[in-house]
């Protein structure tokens, strides 16, 4: 995981609601269908709340019934990063940010084809930038 946006605690607060602090910068958890952007159906491109970057396609959305936004596949491969989370007892991959770090959710190997995978992310670290015309 890489920190391309250095960017004190006191900055992460200055420019992140409360709930978008505590899961990007503290690694926390939204609670499960509060996320508008889970129920979200237009074409688009979701994007990391901390920095922008674009993180995953509407065209890998799918409805995962878990609550939350999820993606079979990243925007690109270097759009994400991962890392092994061992927290609560469980053995999970933990997805970041590749620019900013910011903790986006986990990847499951329990997805759709064509990768297999379910990018579960908590809606809360994403923006959704509705595909013009």
């Known amino acids: ?3 391309d946006v250095p960017k004190t605690e006191t ?19 939204e609670r499960a269908f509060t996320s508008p ?19 995953f396609s509407s065209e890998a ?10 993606f079979f596949a990243p925007i690109a491969e270097d ?20 620019r900013c770090g910011g903790h986006l959710g986990h990847v499951f190997p329990d997805g759709p084809k064509p990768t297999g995978l379910r990018y579960c992310m908590n809606g809360v670290s994403l923006t959704f930038e509705p595909k013009e015309g």
């Open 1 to 3: 995981m890489t920190d």
């Open 11 to 29: 900055e992460w607060k200055g420019c992140l609601t409360p709930e978008q602090f505590r899961v990007l910068r503290e690694h926390g958890t």
């Open 79 to 98: 759009a994400v990063a991962t890392t092994e989370d061992n927290s609560y007892g469980m053995r999970r991959v933990e997805v970041h940010c590749r």
């Open 37 to 55: 952007l889970d129920g979200e159906k237009r074409q688009g491109t979701f994007r990391c709340a901390g920095c922008g970057l674009d993180l």
């Open 61 to 70: 959305k799918f409805n995962s019934g878990t609550g939350w936004p999820s």
